[in-house]
């Protein structure tokens, strides 16, 4: 618990500072200004995301070779971090699209990639939500995990050939000829972060999984004492 | 008994099932036909519009039926309780898997085998020189459909919403099959037609790498 109360401590200071690094120390960059800036969290929020969906897929199949509870709460809990980190990536890509390309978007390989995979994701999670029997739940969605991460390099490569034969003037997209020095720093430190906050929230959420499971465990047991003797002490009847 | 004979018995019972009925084939059918009927209401394409449109709508159309289509395959099983049967049955759980997609191959490659047609007089999209090259593509690409799908299908079944539930799981995952089928149908009704083999190849790579990630998946779909 202690551990817990410092290392969010530490990813909090962590996480100011990136913010002023990115916005005070990074020079400006010369033909987007000040606009660039939110590259030092587009790309870390992007990194998170592809990590958490990477453990995800990692924990699911774990769970399948397995069959402890624990890889499933943990394929879920990194899912949803996961899905979280994307619609950051998502949701900056667009503002620094529209000032730079002159539109908010555009289908190139690594937008429509991560655009699948965002949808991709969300299914997955709606899924957990409509099976009702957890064994059940959980073995499906390890199953659907898999498909749709291996999913993610086909969409990438389909993409990829698709445009290299259509070549659009407004992808220049990725950082390109080297970076300078200070601002690779900065990017590290709030790559670093970000990734940081990612653990620290996935923590919590698979920790949120642990204690639900757990609930449903008393609950069941109370369910079964009700059953023996509806008068025993400490009966509570329950509006369910 | 060896895995493909099991799957040859599970596909003859899901043809013979359909032939007493043919309710699948015809509500696919009919439904990928309203497709096509839309697309000329909502975009009023020339000839040379539909040639350049006409394989995004014709793979759109088999995407949609056979997201519809796939559902029943277990969820029919399930609703008559005869899952456990099945289950019960000396043979592995990759020749269920396989005996319906052979089955959901076929109901799909006959609705096909009737709309394409019936789509190239609509749009006057030419059928003669490159049939067989479009029968190879229209297979490879109604394969990775029918696999993903059938999977997907055994997935959905147990869920709430399940004919609603199919397509959200499916759809995306088939994105990239989309539009490899695209562009390979589309080169082929270019002028002149040719065979863009990177999409065949990639198509091919598709099938080869579902197929391969549903067998070694198969024991948790069907399992109790």
């Known amino acids: ?240 | 008994m060896s895995t493909a004979r099991a799957a040859s018995i599970v596909l003859a019972k899901e043809l013979r099932m359909e032939l007493r009925t043919r309710e699948l084939l015809s509500a696919t059918l009919i439904f990928a036909l309203i497709v096509v009927v839309m697309f000329s209401y909502a975009f009023d394409p020339t000839p040379s519009e539909s040639r350049r449109y006409g394989p995004g709508l014709l793979w759109i159309a088999f995407l949609f039926a056979g997201s519809l289509m796939l559902h029943p395959s277990f969820a029919r099983e399930q609703a008559s309780e005869t899952m456990d049967a099945l289950r019960l049955a000396p043979i592995s759980s990759f020749a269920i898997l396989l005996g319906k997609m052979a089955a959901n191959f076929v109901f799909l490659a006959v609705a096909e085998a009737i709309l394409v047609p019936i789509f190239a007089v609509l749009y006057d999209v030419p059928l003669v020189g490159i049939l067989w090259r479009l029968i190879l593509v229209l297979a490879l690409g109604t394969l990775g459909l029918v696999i993903a799908g059938t999977v997907f299908a055994a997935i959905s079944a147990h869920s709430r919403m399940r004919e609603l539930m199919l397509p959200l799981l499916l759809l995306p995952v088939l994105a990239p099959l989309l539009v490899a089928a695209v562009q390979a149908t589309r080169s082929l009704m270019g002028d002149p037609p040719s065979l863009d083999r990177a999409w065949v190849a990639f198509l091919a790579a598709f099938d080869v790498i579902f197929m391969t990630a549903s067998w070694l998946v198969c024991d948790f779909l069907l399992e109790e």
């Not at chain 1, 660039?36 to 990194?47: D, E, G, L, M």
């Not at chain 1, 978007?105 to 957990?128: E, G, K, N, V």
């Not at chain 1, 073995?139 to 390099?153: Q, R, S, Y």
């Not at chain 1, 079964?224 to 369910?240: E, H, I, K, S």
């Open chain 1, 1 to 240: 618990m202690k551990l817990r109360v410092s290392a969010t401590v530490v990813v909090a200071a962590m996480m100011i500072f990136a913010g002023y690094a990115a916005l005070f120390i990074a020079p400006d960059e010369r033909t987007m200004h000040e606009i660039q800036r939110i590259f030092y969290f587009h790309v870390p929020a992007w990194s998170a995301s592809f990590t958490a969906f990477f453990v995800s897929f990692a924990a699911s199949i774990a769970y399948l070779s397995s069959k402890r509870d624990r890889w499933d709460w943990l394929a879920v809990s990194a899912a949803e971090v996961g899905v979280v980190a994307c619609t950051i990536g998502l949701v900056t890509g667009p503002l620094w699209a529209k000032p730079v390309w002159g539109i908010w978007w555009t289908w190139d390989a690594r937008l429509t990639t991560t655009f699948i995979l965002w949808l991709l994701y969300i299914s997955y999670l709606l899924l957990r939500g409509l099976i009702e029997e957890p064994g059940r739940r959980a073995t499906l969605a390890a199953v659907f995990g898999v498909f749709a991460f291996l999913d993610v390099p086909l969409v990438y490569v389909s993409n990829r050939l698709w445009r290299t034969q259509h070549p659009q003037p407004v992808i220049f997209g990725g950082s390109g000829s080297g970076l300078d020095p200070t601002m690779g720093k900065v990017l590290g430190f709030c790559i670093v972060s970000v990734l940081c906050l990612m653990v620290i929230v996935l923590v919590d959420r698979y920790r949120l999984e642990e204690l639900r499971h757990e609930l449903d465990e008393l609950r069941q047991e109370a369910e079964t004492q009700n059953l023996d003797g509806q008068n025993a002490p400490g009966y509570v009847p329950t509006a369910r």
